[in-house]
């Protein structure tokens, strides 16, 4: 690889790592900096899956649903020439403008006008399921005064005023909120706020016409909207976000930008990764001029992140001593000393970022001698040479202690096994009487009962639970070994794109990976790499006789594997969900749209004229009635029923 694979490489494993952090409510780098690797890597590699991943929220514990509609991310405009530069292109007829909100996006999903669930982000395609949490919301309405079926989009939001009052231990309000969220018994959620931006519904019905009808449908729903105004011009909208700029400090809600939007509503763009049709317009950064004093290196995982320790500052009414520098590369591009005049920035109450060097000294900062900035070179923990890359300082060394202990941590949580603590797992280890997974499983109740606040009958406890013979899914086994970034969600991806066995993923490519869908060539090269790493670990706790791996599904208990329903229109027989868990269960798949690959569009019309309908028979998908599809439900053979020779409705109710 070249340098410039390796820096692009590099780039998109940092990426991925900050996005997770962010939508998971623990941002650990500022919006501004972030945009700076996006942009780094845009122009390396304007090609890479990254740049069309959509962050996940993993919260472990909550039920997964799949959205309505793939809840993509926004091309982004940094400046006034970026955006002219979209709207040039994209040429408008005129500019729906919306506050960009700074908090949690969620889902409503409705049924008869009846609230059927909320689901987070996740993915973009699967997130967690938080209804009962969602209902002790401000905003968030248990049933509409109409029966209305499809999905209401909006952003969590905790007030300034309630975050001063009760969280103001939190970072930040997002932080705040993002926490409350995911808590298990939902307390605290009454303290949220949802403001609505979006709304689609199930069958494209006409509900609404346009991006400012959408707007005023949601409010006579009673949903609180977030401030929409329309402009006809780009310089309009540019003079608008410089007036916002200035005034969002005296909102009561956190904003970082403005959404920019064409009028016109059109679904197939909605349902991009990015969708063309609108793009976040963000606001210039808040900078203060300060000393840089010292340089701390901050650990997590194997990874070396450099934080400046700078003069107090304010900024965006907090006082900052600390900012991140990110790594190496920044230092060094930026020419960067102890005790080099530095600019700090900070977009909203995220963490703030060392931007360059200022021309001078701020006002009343006395000169001091300028010295170079430290790496360290040696892993603090096991004593291994660092590698340096540029965009990332780090441990090479897999046996490194840190690393292993973690890896033991998150085996225990996935395998949920309550009676081994932290700190008792952080005791086997320092003792080294436990380093590896599979040594858990030869511990005994004598020499866990000699260990301190430790009886027999405690050490007894600990050794039945870690000995209960447990039957996992494939999916959770892989995640169980803490590989980078690859949690259970994404195993489950993996696991249905037809790598359902060990055996399967060992042998499988990266290429062959990375082209399952939402994965993309980083990911699929952490398992690769990481199941070559563990191989023999897995091996040994397979064989104890404790752990075993599920069997996939037999392919006759899942006769519509490789199949997709699209429903349109009301059923009469049971409800659409219903409809969607029976075809899964049998193995098959639902698709919210009329796609090439699509297997059957189930409708009670299948003679209308309906959008659905003409491109199911443009693309030669058979349109099915409900009969016909209970048919199939009965007996999945009559799926072969169909012959391309009997045209499109040949699978209706009568010919079964």
């Not at 290196?297 to 400046?308: D, F, L, M, R």
């Not at 490519?509 to 090269?525: F, M, N, P, Q």
Request: glycine share 8%.
């Amino acid at each position: 690889m070249t340098r410039k694979d390796d820096r692009a490489a590099a780039l998109e494993r940092l990426i991925k790592g900050y996005q997770d952090s962010y939508y998971n409510g623990e941002a650990e780098i500022s919006d501004a900096e972030f945009d700076a690797l996006w942009d780094e890597l845009k122009g390396l590699k304007p090609d890479s899956a990254v740049l069309l991943r959509v962050g996940e929220d993993n919260i472990d514990g909550f039920p997964k649903a799949r959205h309505l509609i793939p809840m993509g991310s926004q091309e982004k405009a940094a400046n006034p020439l970026e955006f002219r530069a979209w709207a040039e292109k994209m040429a408008p007829p005129s500019f729906v403008v919306q506050y960009k909100l700074d908090g949690a996006s969620l889902e409503l999903q409705y049924e008869k006008g009846k609230l059927l669930r909320a689901i987070t982000r996740g993915d973009g395609v699967i997130g967690d399921e938080i209804t009962r949490n969602a209902r002790r919301m401000s905003g968030v309405a248990a049933e509409l005064d109409i029966p209305f079926s499809g999905g209401i989009r909006g952003e969590v939001v905790m007030t300034h005023q309630v975050w001063r009052e009760k969280y103001a231990d939190k970072a930040n309000c997002r932080n705040a909120a993002n926490g409350l969220m995911r808590r298990k018994d939902g307390v605290g959620c009454e303290d949220l706020s949802l403001i609505a931006y979006d709304a689609a519904a199930k069958d494209d019905d006409s509900y609404f016409t346009d991006e400012l009808s959408k707007i005023a449908w949601l409010k006579d729903r009673g949903f609180s909207v977030t401030e929409t105004r329309e402009f006809a011009t780009a310089e309009d909208v540019i003079v608008y976000r410089e007036k916002i700029a200035e005034e969002r400090k005296g909102l009561s809600v956190d904003i970082d930008g403005l959404v920019i939007k064409d009028p016109r509503t059109d679904m197939t763009d909605l349902r991009r990764a990015r969708p063309e049709m609108q793009i976040a317009f963000k606001f210039d950064l808040e900078v203060a001029v300060s000393v840089l004093r010292e340089v701390v290196w901050s650990k997590s995982g194997a990874t070396y992140t450099p934080i400046g320790i700078v003069d107090p500052v304010r900024l965006a009414g907090t006082t900052v001593q600390r900012a991140n520098l990110n790594n190496p590369d920044m230092i060094r591009g930026m020419g960067l000393k102890i005790g080099s005049p530095v600019r700090v920035v900070k977009r909203g109450e995220i963490i703030p970022k060392i931007e360059g060097l200022a021309p001078a000294l701020p006002a009343g900062n006395d000169a001091v001698e300028e010295t170079d900035i430290s790496f360290p070179v040696e892993c603090e923990t096991c004593g291994t040479e660092l590698v340096d890359i540029g965009t990332r300082l780090y441990c090479p060394n897999l046996g490194c202690p840190k690393r292993l202990l973690h890896r033991l941590e998150k085996w225990v949580s996935v395998l949920d096994i309550r009676e081994l603590g932290e700190k008792l797992i952080y005791q086997l280890f320092e003792t080294e009487r436990v380093r590896q997974i599979s040594e858990l499983y030869t511990l005994e109740t004598a020499e866990l009962s000699e260990l301190e606040r430790m009886g027999e009958q405690s050490a007894a406890k600990v050794v039945r639970h870690i000995r209960t013979k447990r039957d996992l899914s494939l999916a959770a086994f892989i995640a169980g070994f803490d590989f980078d970034g690859v949690g259970e969600t994404i195993m489950e991806k993996v696991t249905a794109a037809g790598f359902d066995t060990l055996e399967k993923i060992r042998s499988a490519s990266v290429e062959k990976l990375a082209e399952v869908y939402g994965l993309g060539e980083i990911t699929a090269r952490t398992i690769v790499e990481g199941l070559a790493d563990t191989g023999e670990e897995m091996d040994r706790i397979l064989a104890n006789g404790v752990i075993s791996i599920a069997a996939p599904p037999r392919a006759e208990d899942q006769p519509l594997q490789g199949c997709s329903f699209c429903f349109t229109g009301e059923l009469s027989s049971m409800k659409r969900n219903q409809a969607e868990e029976k075809v899964k269960t049998l193995g098959g798949s639902s698709k919210s749209s009329v796609v090439k690959d699509l297997s059957f569009l189930v409708t009670n019309d299948p003679g209308s004229g309906s959008a659905k309908n003409a491109k199911a028979r443009s693309l030669g998908i058979p349109i099915i009635d409900e009969e016909g599809f209970l048919a199939i439900l009965a007996d999945p053979a009559k799926v072969k029923a169909y012959s391309p020779a009997g045209g499109v409705g040949a699978l209706q109710g009568e010919l079964f």
